[in-house]
Nanobody, 118 residues
Framework: QVQLVESGGGLVQAGGSLRLSCTVS????????MGWYRQAPGEQRELVAS???????KYVDAVKGRFTISRDNAKNTVYLQMNSLKPEDTGVYYC????????????WGQGTQVTISS
């Protein structure tokens, strides 16, 4: 059974930081490209950051310089360090795993809520 379990969400003030984690089981983590997606209220889910099996990261323009994606293959975990948070970063953050880089994969976590107050 494949499981992606996110943690680390919460409520913080603008300018604050959060670190999201996603621990994966049931698949070979090291051969899956990983991504973090965000769904804001009333909007579609969008890719925020992704990282390849070779550790190459990619970010949407809105988070460049503020967010850092990383992975630890020994712990089957992908992280999203979020700094200088803004109210527009509010949403449910989902972890995603797949076999193609920069693409939505077939495995999803349940999501973790991030709320940024102004």
């Amino acid at each position: 059974q494949v499981q992606l379990v996110e943690s680390g969400g919460g409520l913080v003030q603008a300018g604050g930081s959060l670190r999201l984690s996603c621990t994966v089981s049931g698949i070979i983590f090291s051969i899956h490209h990983m991504g973090w997606y965000r769904q804001a209220p009333g909007e579609q889910r969008e890719l925020v950051a992704s990282i390849t099996v070779g550790n190459t990261p990619k970010y949407v323009d809105a988070v460049k310089g503020r967010f850092t994606i990383s992975r630890d293959n020994a712990k089957n975990t992908v992280y999203l360090q979020m700094n200088s948070l803004k109210p527009e970063d509010t949403g449910v953050y989902y972890c995603n795993a797949g076999r193609l880089p920069w693409s939505e994969g077939g495995y999803w976590g349940q999501g973790t809520q991030v709320t940024i107050s102004s």
